[in-house]
């Protein structure tokens, strides 16, 4: 398949897939107990409507606070893969490969290589915050 974005997209959502499904799965199993889902079902709701109406509402937060959380481990894995040349090719850019392009003239313009590594940290740190003051909000256990 070669390194491009389109790869390294499915290698990303195929490695961070289970932790998904885990999550979703374990909320839905607390939140199936919780006496509204009794109180929809004795009133004879389907179990599609069930599903939209009751349970998803209370099972996202719980996913985009994960989302969040793990973004900033799919950005550095991208940029790590890119560092390595395993990842996005040229004409896409990448941090990784922006760090890794400086790193031979480190000596000379240091920020060539310190510029992007920045911003990779900045980021990340950034999509934690986020992914922790949702948490907050939300209220997610």
């Not at 939209?52 to 985009?64: E, G």
Request: hydrophobic share 55%; net charge positive; charged share 15%.
């Amino acid at each position: 398949m070669g390194p491009n974005i389109v790869t390294i997209a499915i290698v990303l959502a195929l490695a961070d897939w289970m932790l998904y499904a885990r999550m979703v799965r374990a909320r839905t199993l607390v939140e199936k107990t919780r006496e509204y889902v009794d109180a929809a079902r004795v009133l004879g709701v389907a179990t599609s409507r069930l599903l939209l109406r009751h349970l998803w509402p209370n099972v996202f937060p719980t996913i985009m606070v994960l989302a969040m959380v793990s973004l900033g481990g799919v950005i550095l894995s991208e940029s790590a893969l890119s560092f390595l040349g395993l990842g996005v090719q040229r004409p896409w850019p990448s941090w990784g490969r922006m760090v890794a392009d400086g790193q031979s003239r480190l000596q000379a313009a240091w920020w060539n290589a310190v510029s992007p590594a920045f911003c990779i940290a900045m980021v990340v740190f950034s999509a934690n915050l986020l992914g922790d003051g949702l948490r907050q909000i939300w209220k997610v256990e």
